[in-house]
């Protein structure tokens, strides 16, 4: 749960169903990610017009890491925001937007790619289009021929040293690369 949580309400009386309808946003945006720091909402209630209600406009500031996401809904033409409700609800969909996206980028930056590791061809079995390489620690892992890059498959000849990367999810045969780099990058 956010520690630092403030609702502002500003040109209107406090409402507790609002409050609440704002703690429940603020919740269901800590589903999108458990990294927001600190919240910051404030309520306004726009000038009256003479032909129509009240506009309300929502700020949402959210504090993660890597920087800000800031949502103002100042929507003085749409009639809908007329209903408090209704811009919180907008105002908080447009967050949880910014915020999947945010946390994506952040996710890129910090996304390691896995090492190519030596290995050697061990077997190979060209009519069926696999063969198997082994690692440093004498394990045979498999490979397919549409993760050996290029039209390097049909170069490959048994005791040839190649790179590859290792797919997190073993296959039917056991651990299996996922991509597998013949000498010279073919």
């Known amino acids: 749960m956010i520690s630092d949580l403030h609702i502002s309400f500003r040109g209107m009386e ?7 309808q704002v703690r429940r946003r603020v919740e269901e945006l800590e589903q999108f990610s458990d ?21 309300y406009h929502v700020l949402v500031d959210l504090t993660v890491p890597g920087g800000k996401v800031v949502v103002n809904r ?11 409700h209704v811009a919180v609800r907008d ?17 890129n930056q910090m996304k390691q790619h896995e090492p190519s590791l030596i290995g050697r061809i061990v077997k190979i079995f060209s009519d069926r289009n696999y063969g198997f390489l082994e690692t440093k620690t004498g ?3 498999y490979f397919h021929k549409n993760s050996v890059s ?8 048994v ?10 999810e073993e296959g039917e045969k056991g651990p299996q690369a996922s991509a597998v780099v013949p000498p010279g990058g073919a």
């Open 159 to 168: 005791g040839d040293r190649v790179r590859y990367v290792i797919d997190p």
């Open 35 to 55: 990294r927001i720091v600190s919240c910051r909402v404030v309520l306004e209630a726009g000038d009256r017009h003479h032909r129509q209600g009240r506009i």
């Open 150 to 157: 290029g039209n390097g498959f049909k170069k490959l000849k």
């Open 91 to 107: 105002a908080f969909d447009a967050a949880r937007r910014q915020l999947q996206d945010h946390m994506r980028r952040l996710e």
């Open 14 to 20: 406090p409402s507790p169903a609002v409050e609440t």
């Open 74 to 84: 100042d929507s003085g033409f749409n009639h809908a925001h007329e209903d408090l």
């Open 139 to 141: 394990e045979e892992v």
